[in-house]
């Protein structure tokens, strides 16, 4: 039974993210620290507010937003807000930007966010700068402008906002408003991630590894993906442990990658459920448990992974980790099947083609070989030819026989090279012509094929020693051609 291996490509999700919005402003403009004493403290911040306080109307606000020291309730923060906002307090301009924006305390309104995060924005305020920012990015509320969306996100950046500094790096990454430049995309990462922000460490760690912007260097990219991964980014602990697994910038560790995989997985990494499944499945960095083999790789196929549906499938279908369950193991086959993963197209053909757990449907398993030879599945081209070949469940085709033997012998396949050379030895579904079939049948043997070495000596009684010279020189080319030079 073949498993898929496991998927060793670095993640690059972290890097690729839409620039990010709605941040909320906390600071206090003048500095006055949020009380710690629950209701009294919000009593005090009343009576201030009610006195017209825009500073303790916002800090107000913020404890009605937040459930700090009283019950959270959406309409009376929106409500305080706006009272600060109105009044010029840019902390509070955002914050009740942020409100139209997802729709909390008031109805949602792309415009009226914008006109919020625009009066914040041009006091200074980098939050706001970086919320408009998202907003030109995305085109909500504002017209789509990818210049003004940098020029945005760029002074917020400047003033030190570690999540714009972020979004400035991701946009020189992507060209997106500026000119592409993976050494600025760097500058803007690295002074995020020296911040602590989780995300541009992974984004540092990506570049690392991949020498991107840097020299690539594989140790430091495993520093900065487990300063990630210690904050609990899943894709940095997903990538640490490839690291791990591989010996990339520092000796493997199985056992460690193991450890690692299982962290993320239980966050709900897909691929390192994946991984962690196959660990489990082939006793890597541990000893060898089918039943969470099948737990991780249950866990990754419903996130809709076809290559762990189509390893659960096995499992089902071989009772490894669970009873043998042939109408579960045809679920999952189906699953990666619809994904267009050819080896479960092949999967579903062979089961509909034997009757394995279903009443045999010669329709449905050429409808699924079909689908598997497309991709060029040299079983599924095989058990076609073998079917038009034999009139197994189809009206014989030998022209259509001849065809498919042909696709899996230039796929190095023996048995079809051996078959396809019968086909010119006797003249069934091509012309006859005893120089093909001898070069055929002399693959075949050299592959392995014990009728291709039979049938090839037998063949050659009948021919003439230049035929069978021509034809060996054939053989020759064609496979240091890789079966590309066979005509």
């Known amino acids: 039974m073949i498993r898929r291996p ?3 490509a670095l993640s690059i999700a972290a890097v690729l993210v839409a620039v990010p919005a709605l941040a909320r402003d906390a600071h206090d403009g003048h500095g006055r620290a949020l009380g710690e004493e629950g209701q009294a403290d919000f009593e005090g911040w009343l009576l201030l507010a009610q006195s017209g306080d825009a500073e303790a ?25 706006r009272r600060a906002a109105e009044q010029g307090n840019a902390a509070a301009q955002n914050n009740l930007g942020v409100f139209y924006a997802t729709g909390e305390g008031v109805a949602e309104d792309d415009a009226e966010a914008a006109r919020w995060y625009r009066m914040a924005a041009e006091q200074g305020d980098p939050v706001a700068q970086s919320n408009l920012g998202a ?32 979004e400035t790096g991701n946009m020189y990454a992507r060209g997106e408003g500026i000119p592409q430049s993976d050494a600025n995309a760097v500058r803007w990462y690295r002074a995020a991630a020296e911040q602590g922000l989780a995300e541009a460490q992974f984004a540092m760690g990506y570049h690392y590894a991949h020498g991107l912007g840097v020299t690539e260097n594989d140790a430091e990219a495993r520093g900065w993906y ?29 056992a460690e990658a193991r450890r690692i995989y299982r962290v993320a997985a239980e966050a709900g990494h897909v691929g ?4 962690l ?23 990754a196929a419903l996130q809709g992974d076809a290559d762990a549906q189509f390893n659960l499938a096995l499992m089902y279908d071989h009772g490894e980790g669970t009873d043998a369950d042939p109408e579960e193991a045809r679920r999952w086959y189906r699953e990666a099947a619809l994904q267009g993963d050819d080896a479960a197209q092949y999967q579903m053909g062979w089961i509909f083609d034997i009757g394995h757990g279903v009443p045999e449907d010669n329709d449905a398993a050429l409808r699924w070989y079909r ?67 001898l070069m055929w049948l002399a693959i075949a043997s050299e592959n392995g094929s014990t009728a291709g070495a039979t049938s090839s000596d037998v063949l050659s009684g009948f021919m003439v020693a230049e035929d069978i010279a021509r034809a060996k020189a054939r053989a020759e ?11």
């Open 371 to 437: 689908k598997a030879g497309a991709q060029g599945n040299t079983a599924a081209l095989y058990n076609m030819a073998i079917m038009f070949d034999t009139g197994d469940g189809v009206a014989v085709d030998q022209t259509e026989a001849a065809r498919l033997y042909g696709a899996v012998a230039r796929l190095g396949d023996p048995d079809a090279q051996y078959l396809l050379g019968e086909k010119y030895a006797y003249g069934t579904g091509v012309a006859k012509d005893f120089e093909t079939a």
């Open 135 to 166: 907003l030109y990015y995305h085109g909500e509320g504002v017209e789509r402008d990818l210049s003004r969306a940098f020029e945005l996100t760029w002074s917020a950046a400047d003033q030190g906002y570690a999540t714009a500094q972020y």
């Open 226 to 254: 487990l300063a990630a991964a210690e904050q609990g980014d899943a894709g940095a602990q997903y990538n640490l442990a490839i690291m791990h697994d591989t010996g990339e910038g520092g000796p493997v560790d199985d």
């Open 57 to 81: 109307q916002f800090e107000l606000a913020w404890m009605l937003d937040t459930g700090k020291g009283v019950a959270e309730t959406d309409e009376e923060a929106a409500l305080w807000y």
């Open 272 to 275: 390192a459920q994946y991984n």
């Open 477 to 487: 080319r064609c496979r240091a051609s890789d079966y590309a030079d066979c005509d």
């Open 277 to 299: 499944a196959l660990m489990h499945d082939e006793g890597e960095g541990g000893p060898v448990d089918d039943a969470e083999a099948l737990r991780w790789y249950r866990e």
């Open 6 to 8: 496991a998927v060793l």
